[in-house]
């Protein structure tokens, strides 16, 4: 049955970024959208956790940073499947050379967006990945 | 009327620092954000955010730079912050200077 942007469910989004200016651009971005629910989270460590315990199905997408504190976003993309989480995970980074994009995607990330996420770059995850 | 020339000062400004090569289309995106989001104080949030950060990592730089064997692996980590940030704020030259700054200090550890 199609959904119209009325009945549409909402889409839930974690995001796994340390750096506060990078939260606030991810947070308006997203709001624009429309009907989405932002979680954030500072380093992979805390993103394992909160997906263990929301449970498996609760995330439509996980976009996570590379470089940061306790855990980076490598280790958290391989960590959070082996919890059965399906969920589609993006690789962020402002290093995008094919060697950081190959590192993200051999880690188990199912895309890479280079940073800044601007409209383009977030629809067409969100597009890619029959979100919206 | 007072407010409207402010606001064309404003508007006067931005333009010459998009002519300039200052900002990019980056920062245009933040600032339809703003004006679609209904959000009056975004723009200026992100870049106080950014002013911060740039104010913090530069800080630290020169503390680095000071010492008399200097880390560049240390000098690099604060660089790509400092490149993240400017990139999502649309500060161009900023970003721009990382990415030459970064190169250095890759050449800098090949050098040893």
């Known amino acids: 049955m199609a959904t119209s942007s009325a009945s549409r469910r909402i889409i839930r989004v974690l995001l796994v970024e340390d750096e506060a200016i990078h939260q606030v651009i991810a947070r308006q971005r997203l709001k624009a959208v429309g009907g989405v629910e932002l979680d954030v989270v500072v380093n992979g460590a805390e993103a394992v956790r909160r997906v263990r315990e929301r449970g498996a199905y609760y995330y439509d997408l996980i976009l996570t940073d590379r470089q940061m504190p306790v855990m980076d976003g490598h280790e958290a993309t391989r960590q959070i499947p082996a919890l059965g989480v399906t969920t589609p995970i993006v690789g962020l980074s402002s290093d995008c050379l094919a060697a950081d994009v190959d590192a993200f995607i051999n880690a188990g990330a199912d895309d890479f967006v280079p940073k800044p996420l601007n409209k383009e770059k977030l629809d067409r995850v969100l597009t890619k990945f029959g979100i919206v | ?112």
């Open chain 2, 1 to 112: 009327m007072a407010a409207a020339a402010l606001r064309e000062q404003l508007n006067a400004h931005i333009a010459s620092m998009y002519a300039s090569g200052m900002v990019d289309e980056q920062f245009q995106q933040l600032q339809m954000l703003q004006d679609d989001g209904s959000s009056p104080g975004f723009v200026a949030e992100v870049v106080t955010l950014f002013c911060d950060d740039a104010d913090r990592i530069i800080t630290e730089l020169s503390k680095l730079l000071e010492q008399p064997t200097v880390d560049f692996d240390k000098v690099d980590a604060y660089v790509h912050q400092l490149k993240g940030s400017s990139a999502s704020v649309g500060a161009q030259k900023v970003k721009f200077t990382c990415m030459q700054f970064r190169q250095l200090c890759q050449d800098k550890n090949r050098d040893g």
